[in-house]
């Protein structure tokens, strides 16, 4: 059997909570984490109707890209579409899952997804986030250094970008006396010992600690387990904003706009002046003006995102072809992404549907 909270614990290792930005409220937005999963329907947005294909689909949960629940709620009454939907989807047993700033701020997520559509290749985070890091360094008997690295691993540890179970070791000489009502691994209570030992260390995510702490001391043979944990400002290269990649080769402002429009299927797209070839691409999936800056620090010749306001065009500085082609176009193949990722983890055991209800609410009159 497979519950929401299964669900839940597969969407949170792709997009960790932690990595949700301050104002937002991605996770479960209702209903009970312990109910088993019948069936689950995709959508960007969750709305009435969206709950209501769920019900008629016989889907039981809900998972969508931007919360339902984003302010917080004061009471349930049905006075708009966000209680209403709420009222529906509680009276039918629907819960509703969302991954919004989690899903944008991993490596292979929302943005991830809309470069691969674009075609770019050699892909980075644009904006990497600083603070989310921490070293784990912990002294053991030479004998046991590599079963402990391997709990380390298990548990979250020693990921460097796309490179895995990586650690660093040196030896020296600890020295300790047990107390009088300790159970040593080497020495007796009461007298001095000196030991061979290694330090063993390892880089974790801030919000694999505790899992990462507790498996190191299930793993090690000492009673009690000498290890520094250290907060790092390093730049976690799979957690950030935005993606900067490259074409396979230079498109003109025109080729590459036909491309925007055609890969994304969307009619138009508003765009800044520019007249030089378009190789190196930046994008930030839904509203993403706060990374002009950084596309153009980065030498991209153009920059894709959506929600620009007026005067937000004037920072393109004529340095890039600044081209906005709307919220819902920019993240709409997150449904694809929640569909490879739910089909790949939960094989046969129920349905997952992609929404048929149109979620998108601006119209283009021509």
Same mark, same amino acid.
């Given at each position: 059997m497979t519950t929401v909270a299964d669900l839940a614990r597969v969407l949170e290792a792709a997009a960790p909570l932690a990595y949700q930005e301050s104002y937002d409220n991605a996770g479960l937005q209702c209903g009970n984490p312990r109910v088993e999963v019948t069936g689950v329907l995709i959508s960007l947005d969750c709305t009435l109707a969206v709950v209501e294909e769920a019900i &008629? &689909?016989?889907c039981n949960v809900v998972v969508a890209h931007h919360p339902v629940v984003f302010k917080p709620l004061k009471r349930l009454t049905g006075a708009n579409e966000v209680e209403q939907t709420l009222i529906k989807a509680i009276k039918h047993d629907v819960a509703i899952y969302a991954?919004?700033?989690n899903l944008d701020n991993v490596a292979a997520g929302v943005n991830r997804k809309l470069a691969q559509k674009l075609g770019l290749e050699k892909l980075r985070i644009l904006e990497p986030k600083g603070g989310q890091l921490a070293k784990l360094a912990v002294y053991t008997p030479p004998e +046991?250094?590599?079963? $402990? $690295?391997?709990? $380390? +691993?298990?548990?979250?540890a020693g990921q460097i970008g796309n490179y895995t179970d990586c650690s660093f070791r040196f030896p020296g000489h600890g020295t300790f006396t047990p107390g009088p009502d300790t159970n040593p691994f080497q020495g007796e209570p009461g007298q001095p010992e000196h030991v061979e030992e290694v330090r063993v260390e390892v880089?974790?995510?801030l919000h694999r600690q505790r899992a990462v702490l507790s498996a190191m001391r299930v793993a090690h043979p000492y009673e009690e387990v000498a290890y520094d944990l250290i907060r790092l400002e390093n730049e976690h290269q799979e957690v950030g904003s935005g993606m900067i990649g490259e074409? #396979?080769?230079?498109? @003109? #402002? @025109?080729?590459f706009r036909a491309r925007l429009r055609q890969a994304l299927d969307v009619p138009v797209v508003k765009h800044t002046a520019f007249d030089r070839p378009i190789k190196k691409v930046a994008l930030c999936g839904g509203a993403g003006s706060f990374l002009t800056g950084k596309a153009r620090a980065a030498s991209a010749d153009a920059y894709v995102t959506a929600d620009l306001k007026y005067h937000e065009f004037f920072n393109a500085e004529g340095q890039l072809m600044l081209c906005d082609v709307g919220h819902f176009e920019s993240e709409q193949f997150t449904s694809e992404l929640f569909q490879d990722l739910l089909t790949a983890n939960f094989t046969s055991n129920f349905a997952v549907l992609i929404a048929e209800t149109p979620t998108n609410p601006v119209r283009y009159d021509f």
């Open positions: &008629r &689909r016989g991954a919004h700033t +046991y250094a590599d079963q $402990l $690295l391997a709990a $380390l +691993y298990a548990a979250g880089l974790l995510p074409l #396979p080769e230079a498109l @003109s #402002p @025109s080729e």
